[in-house]
């Protein structure tokens, strides 16, 4: 597991580890020039390179960098972007040590191409759109050819949201210090870092002082955390899932989840679906047990309102939503299953907006926020997040981890935004997984429906709730990656993620892991 800060925490990590913790912002400064020289030599022998400084700290670590670079021997020419009287002390120091060299930065671009070329100009203090002079140069440095490297963050990009501000440096390579940033990993800002490196540079947990960071993103050894399957368990043991989907018309969409929470790890599935759907589910998935109902105008009769309830009870977790529809018996089904309260929820699709268009389901979610004993789980996409918001599209999708942190915060859900960087954010602690697995093949008809399944089978596994739906998202991206990496993305379909899941739901490889990070 990987924290991500934003910038006001970033900067007081370094402002801790300078003030309390003793370490010099020189040697902080020298530190993150050598790691990215470290990084440098790992890619390159030789060659010319430029270096643009802007007059803050991210300028002080490219006047070192260069300093180290020209020490192995490579031809390395400064670019001076801003006005030297304002300069922090550090810079200016670093400055000060290349004219005793007598070397000098320049203030004009001398040459069209360079081995590598390397922003060193704003860091993650920008705040402002850049316009005039500096996106001149930003715009230069993106058509002078060579490999670009970013220092800290591409500049352009808001550290805090991704958010593109004017304009921004197109990195092959990121650098970044200490722990990773938001705006590295959002969109739009992640199209521009290229690889992203974090090295270390002294800045220990400890200038945390206890308050960790609410944002963090899973490695693939973190697939040690779930927990191994006991030997002596048995079908109960690993999770009972019930799963209330499918209509006449979309079949495809509880067989997708059924089959994901299976091969996750669930160790019983019940379907309660429209007895259109029977012959159907039981052919293509003999293992599930299936109890129906019959489409009608007036809703559920009482005797399938009780074998609704009877399957609700059954479970451990429940899984509602995909292909259910829209219609009145959907609607109670819904209502039921959002307000029990005895076993986390997971909701999808139709469900998603049937809440969207219920005033008294909005309400519920609302009033019983601080007062749940299980947790919802609501799964919407960018377009069923912005109605149950009752917003435009386009203006939920430029503020997504904002949005979504107010509406989980008042609804006190578990909240899995899913888009393009998946965001998981949980409505009672604030915690925020930005998922960087996954790819646009994934964009594809069935997809979500397989994520329920996959997040049913993590909380099957009695993980933490929050970690395992963090965890269903992650290894649900891992999927796509490796789905693609067999075909492209343009091939893939949402059954092949299911296909994938041995390669990291795998006994063996997870015993490695842990021993790894033991």
Not at 176 to 183: D, S
Not at 323 to 342: P, Q
């Amino acid at each position: 597991m990987k924290y991500v800060l934003d910038k006001a925490s970033m900067k007081q990590c370094d402002n801790l580890t300078i003030t309390q913790f003793k370490v010099p912002a020189m040697v902080l400064m020298e530190r993150a020039a050598l790691s990215v020289c470290g990084e440098i030599s790992k890619r390159f022998q030789s060659g010319n390179v430029l270096i643009a400084c802007g007059n803050g700290n991210n300028g002080g670590d490219g006047y070192a960098l260069g300093r180290m670079l020209e020490e192995k021997g490579f031809v390395v020419e400064y670019l001076q972007v801003d006005n030297l009287n304002k300069l922090t002390k550090e810079t200016k120091a670093q400055l000060d040590i290349l004219n005793a060299y007598g070397i000098k930065a320049g203030t004009e671009l001398l040459k069209e191409e360079y081995t590598i070329v390397i922003d060193a100009v704003f860091g993650i203090g920008l705040s402002r759109e850049i316009t005039g002079n500096y996106k001149e140069i930003i715009e230069k440095l993106n058509n002078v050819k060579g490999y670009k490297i970013a220092l800290d963050i591409p500049s352009g990009i808001c550290a805090d949201t991704g958010n593109i501000l004017g304009c921004c440096f197109q990195a092959d390579l990121t650098v970044t210090f200490g722990y990773l940033k938001k705006g590295l990993l959002l969109f739009p800002g992640t199209e521009y870092v290229g690889e992203v490196i974090c090295t270390d540079i002294g800045i220990r947990e400890a200038a945390f002082l206890g308050n960790y960071p609410d944002t963090f993103t899973f490695e693939k050894e973190d697939l040690s955390l779930i927990p191994k399957r006991r030997k002596d368990g048995n079908k109960g043991s690993f999770g009972k899932v019930s799963v209330f989907a499918g209509n006449r018309q979309v079949s495809g969409a509880l067989l997708l989840a059924v089959i994901s929470a299976y091969r996750s790890g669930c160790g019983y599935v019940k379907a309660f679906t429209e007895e259109a759907n029977r012959p159907f589910l039981a052919r293509k998935v003999p293992e599930v047990v299936i109890e129906t109902y019959m489409d009608k105008p007036e809703g559920l009769l009482e005797d399938e309102l009780n074998k609704m309830k009877e399957v609700y009870e059954f479970a451990t977790e429940v899984i509602i939503g995909p292909g259910i529809g829209l219609d009145a018996i959907a609607e109670e089904m819904v209502w039921h299953v959002l307000t029990a309260d005895n076993k986390p929820v997971i909701i999808d699709a139709d469900a998603i907006t049937i809440i969207s268009r219920n005033v008294k389901m909005q309400e519920y979610l609302i009033q019983s926020a601080n007062s749940r004993n299980f947790p919802i789980i609501l799964t919407p996409h960018v377009g069923e997040f912005a109605r149950l918001l009752s917003k435009d599209i386009k203006q939920v999708k430029e503020n997504l981890l904002q949005e979504g942190l107010a509406y989980a915060n008042k609804t006190g859900v578990i909240l899995v935004c899913k888009e393009a960087r998946t965001l998981v954010i949980n409505g009672t602690s604030g915690q925020v997984y930005i998922n960087c697995s996954g790819n646009e093949g994934m964009a594809t008809a069935g997809s979500g429906d397989v994520l329920t399944g996959m997040i049913a089978g993590m909380l099957g596994t009695k993980m933490e709730y929050y970690k395992a739906v963090c965890m269903g998202v992650y290894i649900h991206g891992l999927c796509g990656d490796k789905a693609k990496e067999k075909s492209s993305s343009a091939y893939v379909m949402a059954s092949d993620l299911i296909k994938e899941l041995p390669c990291f739901l795998n006994d063996k490889r997870n015993a490695t892991e842990k021993r790894k990070k033991g």
